[in-house]
């Protein structure tokens, strides 16, 4: 097998992964919405965080071209992804902010919610758990072993 054929393979490879893991991600985001365990936006996940960090089991950051050079929203993700990983909480980015809002929905009056930080949460006491939260934390160390410390995950698409 030649360089160029195990380059191929892996990038193939490589491909299958990405969609297994973006259609964990959509799998957990809509579980999660069902048992009412997210907090969607980065002002109520920073609150969630300094309130109760213990009850965050993954966090998701969305981003895109039009928020690339926002250096306001780009403070927040690297204070978030900080206190993530001082408090070993997994962290994904999502390149796709509008699916990623389609996905947890609008607030009571229908308007989208800002979904540029997503947390997963538990309820405490009798931790819910979810296969593709499993997934996507094996996912997640795997990726910090190959020093991907946020890893990109894109979603499947609509």
Same mark, same amino acid.
């Given at each position: ?14 491909g ?36 109760d960090? !213990?009850?965050?089991?993954?966090? *998701?950051?969305?981003?895109? +071209?039009?928020?690339?050079? @926002?250096? &306001? #929203? ?27 809002a ?6 009571e009056?229908?308007?989208?919610? !800002?979904?540029?930080c997503?947390l *997963?949460?538990?309820?405490? +006491?009798?931790?819910?758990? @979810?296969? &593709? #939260? ?9 990726s ?15």
């Open positions: 097998m030649t360089f160029e054929e195990i380059r191929s393979q892996e990038r193939a490879e490589s299958d992964r990405m969609h297994a893991m973006g259609a964990a991600l959509e799998e957990l985001l809509v579980s999660a919405k069902k048992q009412d365990n997210l907090t969607v936006g980065v002002y109520e996940s920073a609150k969630v965080m300094n309130v960090p !213990d009850s965050v089991a993954f966090c *998701v950051l969305a981003t895109d +071209e039009e928020y690339e050079y @926002d250096i &306001a #929203l780009q403070i927040h993700f690297t204070l978030i992804q900080a206190f993530c990983f001082d408090n070993d909480i997994n962290i994904v980015r999502v390149n796709d902010i509008g699916h990623l389609d996905l947890v929905g609008g607030d009056s229908g308007e989208q919610k !800002d979904a540029h997503i *997963v949460t538990n309820p405490g +006491e009798g931790m819910w758990k @979810d296969p &593709a #939260l499993e997934k996507l934390s094996l996912f997640c160390v795997e910090r072993s190959v020093y991907e410390w946020v890893p990109t995950v894109t979603l499947p698409e609509r």
